[in-house]
């Protein structure tokens, strides 16, 4: 069974750093595949549209959307089939709900369940 797995979530304080973690599973990402897959971050305000905040490609290259682009950083690591996402800077704006994606082409796309972020002082 194919999962995506998101942790690290919690209460931050503004100008502080949270470390999100997102963990693949199952066969779809067993051995070397989960390396040939790019893999993104979310997230989702309450009342709001999901938004993409960061991806990262098979080779490592990342994208940022402007609004974490120089406070946040992603980054794989293939052998724990698991990416992170660096949050620092914290602003209360960043506060959602940040979900995990794998796009499979011609499969599907995952989802993991979320973790939710509260950056409150």
């Known amino acids: 069974q194919v999962q995506l797995v998101e942790s690290g979530g919690g209460l931050g304080h503004p100008g502080g750093s949270l470390t999100l973690s997102c963990l693949a599973s199952?066969?779809?990402?067993?051995?070397?595949?989960?390396?040939?897959?790019?893999v993104a971050w979310y997230r989702q305000a309450a009342g709001k549209q999901r938004e993409l905040v960061a991806r990262i490609n098979s080779d490592s290259v990342p994208n940022y959307s402007n609004s974490v682009k120089g406070r946040f950083t992603i980054s794989r690591d293939n052998g724990k089939n698991t990416v992170y996402l660096e949050m620092n800077g914290l602003k209360p704006e960043d506060t959602a709900v940040y979900y995990c994606?794998?796009?499979?082409?011609?499969?599907?796309?995952?989802w993991g369940q979320g973790t939710p972020v509260t950056v409150s002082s």
């Open positions: 994606n794998i796009d499979v082409p011609g499969v599907t796309a995952y």
């Open positions: 199952g066969s779809m990402f067993s051995g070397s595949l989960f390396s040939f897959y790019a």
